[in-house]
């Protein structure tokens, strides 16, 4: 039986690995995508059954042609997770426009170029997953693409009115928010009174958004929030 194709947009050591491991650990065939192949092509040979594309999400061209070749090597997208995030620190007095720009083309853009690269296949078969990976904790100097807040938010907006129109059609879009630090070596480097428990672990998180993806039809969710347990919230 061949195996569904899931593509993760935005791999990188932290979270985007252990979604790519934990989805390919589910029986998926897994498309790796990033700016660079650098990483990712070593994360497809340790899992085997993986293929790593350069991808720039803010380049409607650049998710093309790694979705044309997606399709021509595996097939059609049956789940796509999107996990690349941008962001800046600063206020909305100092925040470039540039800066804020590019933000908003990674967090929201690339987010909705990628889905309608996948959206039609899965209109077609009256099934599929889309999962966005984002943050919303709000905080005075930290600016993103959709608006002054931390992590990933920008997918957040569209990523509610994709649901709202799929659902009905059978794809299940969902939001996972992450309010916490992710465990990293560089977040740890910075943060070394933190005790683990501190930290969001990549590969707990990736079970988090697998789960999703297996809800019955009848009970989807939307929005899942995931925090550590002794997270102020």
Known sequence: MTKPICAVIGVGP????????????????????????????NLAAELGDARAYACDVTDQGSVARAFASIRQDLGEVDALIYNAGSGTWGSVEDISVDDFDMSWRVNALGALVAAQQVIPAMKQKGEGQILFIGGHRLAPRWCQGGGIRPGQGGPAQPAEAMARHLWPLGIHVALVIIDGVVDLPKTRERMPDKPAEFFVKPEELADTAFMLTRQKRSAWSFEVEARPFGENW
């Open 14 to 41: 932290g979270n985007g690995a252990a979604l790519a491991r934990r989805f390919a650990a589910g029986g998926y065939t897994v498309a790796l995508l990033a700016r660079t192949t650098e990483f990712t092509a």
